[in-house]
């Protein structure tokens, strides 16, 4: 057995990455570390009696991946082995998502992962992360700032968790993500490939690594070891593996907090005030953090000053002061609890937690939050109100001969324009929105109901566009109404 | 009040780090940030009732470090403070104890606050650290692969143990450290010093910071903050606030473990195998490092590899089974205990724990870990054994009439040579005790006396120097006994 084989199984066996007669699916771009790691796992997976399905993404981002794909099929093949190819349009994904073109490869990814994973009963997915790898995520949350749960870099063995893409659908059941080469540099796996005589293609990977990760990898990790510390790379593969550790420990603390007194109702988490203040600020933290998720699972980014104030206002606050939270939520200090729900304010108007929902059915309802939206479709006559004298702000008619459908709800963009009717001409959205005094808070999630040319006819609670409104030659009525459930 | 002096009187009192009728010693170099400190706490000294006592160090590192110590004592006397100035060869204390300038500047100048500190009756020390020396301290210890501990960076408020500097003596009462402008950047101090129109001196600690500390500061954070992050020195001052509280939930955890667990023998400390295996392997890993420094207080750096072998001994080692640990330690997988204890290879052999002792009184007897060491200086005619008969390695017979008192003790260095007595002429001490088969373990701390020019009289326990070696002319002996207690 090849010296790197032996390492790697030695890993596996330590930190008990694989079971006994597990399914396994490979993520295989056709680069060298995951060419490494394919090769590697079929060397190995007599010993465990694992069974290894192939899976490779073709994500669309250069022009010779059809190439990748096709070369990732040959190698399957040659070890007789299952193989998973899907092509993916990235880039649209990232625009209709508004993700940077990384985080939208990676959600893609995964997500194609997971669902190759289900369909071939597999319970783990295996991707070819190297200590290199780890070395440049550590780096990179490091300048970022990051807390312990950045700075402990990937996981060698970790669940693997989809936010639900669709609001109100369940998220998909978990499937665990293994590094079996987390501590093998990249060095290593060249040496590899030599020795047994292996081409990788290069690795498509290198597209989602971006502008700024690439700069790590290529300009700031050399200047660093030969300026300052030889050995960065293995130092903090290291640091990565302690701190791992530690926040192991830390997240079993806070689980079994959360289990002891996190209490979900319908649209709020409570936690007794007198236990919860009796925790370590460590774990008081993170419980708000969880409630946050828990309540918002699709939501990104949770400042650091927004916990430190809630936390000081839990902490120090009379009764019913409060604090306000991201995702439109808010912390308050009820007598003996400590009350995390949706901010009132928010409450009164619909929220999308999505930047773009797909095309409208203009027959149908639609859940949105804790709103239905309703549209259809009528013949003017058989209207039984008169649509020029709406005055309800949740209802919109609208004159469906002018509208390019298919129609879509979306949030608003930098740059927003809209005639609203009543008025002379197109106005900027946001000093419009300003100037109709909608609270600050709800105006970024706020629906905008728009063509298929993306131009808005409906600001959902506040105004009709002129260009779409009801005219005494209109035939047909495209009826909207937004209710709270 | 000064809007400076407003936030750091909010830091004092959020983070509880002065309190009412408390003594300060205020560690003053001259420089911006500890003059700016000084004046701070002197216009807040009224809110909690403090006395500020001023403390200067002169390093004696740089020609105009007297005149600095004449402008801190005139500050302190313009504000009518008691002022202690003291000057001390640190490039000296560096020579003797073998450390980096850096490491000795440290040590001389917390011993010297310590001592002002006792001598006032002053329970806490203040010094000047901005949040700038926080950022570099973080970013040093992130490029060493530091883990939790180092990466949380400087506590506001910590506690300040001294080790003892000399073997067997108990360490000093304990002083806290406070660091009020730990969360205040350099260039609200410099704004603050420009407003009040006063004017430092340069920072004499500049020097300490030596070449490596001041290279993070001038070229790779300017660097980092040009190039990747722009907010890098706040992004690290913050992750250093959080790491703080982690470690400090982890810190606690620990503290509990090791009153529970922690039994303390003479030599040897031992944990309850069963309780032992069952803690999570965050506390088992520090509880391992808190009896290393426990039996070793003088331990400078335990690597990771060493524990990491240690723990895994302790989890899969069969009864009997035994890890080599830093400082001559092992750890040994008993029956129902696992111990850590002296390696007994070591315990067969004198051991120095410092690399240089102090000027030996030729007539007394010296503790030396487990052993004593006693000397005496007698005209040949009273001895009763012929000094060309000893067969017992752990003594010496020296002709004293040819060695250049006063003579010490130190450990081996780089290049040591040495003259045998039966050998031709000097050989290298490193090839000579490989080839008299002493223990590896323990040649690093193996006594050797040297004479005031520092030449080697005697390797103990293998063999006097020729040069020192009894003749006919002889008519005073130096006579020397190791002695296991």
Chains 1, 2 share one sequence.
């Not at 079996?180 to 540099?185: K, R």
């Not at 995390?340 to 009164?348: G, L």
């Not at 509208?403 to 963009?413: A, S």
Request: a neutral charge; proline letters at 6%.
């Amino acid at each position: 057995m090849d010296a790197l084989e032996q390492t790697v199984k030695q890993v596996i066996q330590r930190l008990n990455l694989l079971r006994q007669g597990e399914r396994v699916v490979v993520a295989v771009s056709g680069g060298p570390d995951s060419l490494a790691l394919l090769h590697i796992l079929h060397t190995l997976r007599t010993h465990w009696d694992l069974t290894l399905i192939v899976a490779h993404l073709d994500h669309a981002l250069r022009p010779t991946s059809r190439e990748d794909a096709a070369f990732v099929g040959r190698i399957a093949a040659q070890l007789g082995l299952f193989c998973v190819r899907e092509r993916q349009d990235v880039r649209a994904y990232a625009k209709a998502h508004r993700l940077s073109l990384e985080e939208a490869a990676r959600e893609v990814r995964y997500q194609f992962l997971a669902q190759v994973a289900r369909a071939t009963q597999a319970t783990v997915i295996a991707t070819g992360h190297t200590a290199d790898d780890q070395a440049e995520t550590v780096l990179m949350h490091f300048l970022r700032g990051a807390g312990l749960s950045g700075l402990k870099g990937m996981l060698a063995r970790s669940r693997l968790v989809l936010p639900p893409r669709e609001p109100d659908t369940p998220a998909e059941p978990p499937v665990d993500l293994v590094r079996p080469l987390l501590f093998t540099p990249r060095r290593d796996i060249e040496a590899y490939l030599e020795r047994k005589g292996l081409h990788p293609v290069q690795d498509e990977t290198n597209f989602d690594t971006a502008f700024h990760r690439n700069r790590l990898r290529h300009e700031l990790l050399p200047l660093l070891e030969r300026e300052y510390q030889p050995q960065l790379r293995t130092r903090l593969a290291r640091t990565a593996e302690t701190l791992a550790v530690d926040w192991d420990f830390i997240q079993q603390a806070v689980n079994t907090a959360w289990e002891q007194l996190a209490q979900i109702h319908p649209g709020s988490i409570t936690f007794p005030r007198d236990a919860f203040l009796a925790l370590h600020p460590a774990l008081q933290r993170r419980l708000v953090r969880r409630a946050l998720f828990t309540l918002r699972p699709l939501l990104r980014d949770v400042a650091w000053d927004h916990i430190t104030n809630a936390l000081f206002i839990a902490t120090h606050g009379e009764t019913g002061a409060q604090a306000t939270l991201p995702g439109h939520l808010m912390l308050r200090r009820e007598y003996d609890q400590i009350r995390i729900e949706s901010d009132p304010v928010v409450q009164e108007w619909p929220q999308l937690s999505e930047p773009m929902t797909p095309p409208l059915d203009t027959n149908a309802t639609f859940t949105i939050g804790d709103w239905t939206l309703t549209l259809r479709t009528i013949p003017r006559e058989a209207l039984d109100v008169s649509p020029f004298e709406n005055t309800d702000r949740w209802q919109a008619f609208l004159d469906a001969n002018r509208i390019h459908f298919p129609v879509r709800l979306r949030t608003r963009q930098k740059g927003d324009r809209f005639h609203p009717l009543g008025m002379p001409g197109d106005v900027n959205l946001a000093d419009f929105l300003t100037a109709q005094k909608v609270p600050q808070a709800v105006r970024d999630a706020l629906p905008l109901l728009v063509d298929a040319n993306d131009r808005i006819l409906w600001v959902a609670g506040v105004r009709i566009s002129a260009d779409a409104a009801v005219q005494e030659t209109t035939t047909h009525i495209l009826h909207l109404m937004f209710q709270k459930r």
